[in-house]
């Protein structure tokens, strides 16, 4: 079970009754730089239309290191389970198939949710996604 450094991460992993034998800055959530800690509303007054999926974060991550960082997850990962964050985990399912990180927009993934990723035939798919059971 590998998670996120980020306290939420690991104590959602606690809570679902997860014992973590991996901790990676990989599965961290998009560093959005200056603009941490502010809603959409907020950044939006200063840049209009903005979103973290057609926008930079001034600071921050870019959506290709964010893909390289999901890249690097998944060539890692084999059978397991990964506790990590939503715009994160959104990318994650965008580049299983192939995506960038700008296709996460297209996904759901609500907090205390969980995306299965998985093969049919050699091919990936979405098995679910932001499901709750």
Do not use: K
């Not at 998670?3 to 991996?22: F, I, K, N, Q, Y």
């Not at 715009?87 to 907090?111: C, E, K």
């Amino acid at each position: 079970m590998v998670s996120s450094p980020r306290s939420r991460a690991l104590d959602t992993a606690e809570l679902a009754g997860l014992t973590v034998t991996e901790v990676t800055e990989d599965l961290a959530e998009w560093d959005y730089g200056d603009y941490e800690g502010l809603t959409t509303p907020q950044i939006r007054e200063t840049v209009p239309g903005w979103t973290v999926w057609t926008h930079p974060c001034p600071n921050g991550e870019t959506a290709e290191q964010v893909t390289e960082r999901a890249r690097r997850v998944l060539a890692n990962a084999d059978n397991v389970i990964l506790v990590g964050h939503g715009h994160f985990s959104r990318v994650l399912a965008a580049v299983w198939i192939g995506q960038t990180a700008g296709f996460g927009v297209h996904f759901r993934h609500d907090p205390a949710t969980f995306t299965v990723l998985d093969h049919e035939r050699e091919s990936p798919q979405i098995a679910r996604v932001g499901a709750t059971s």
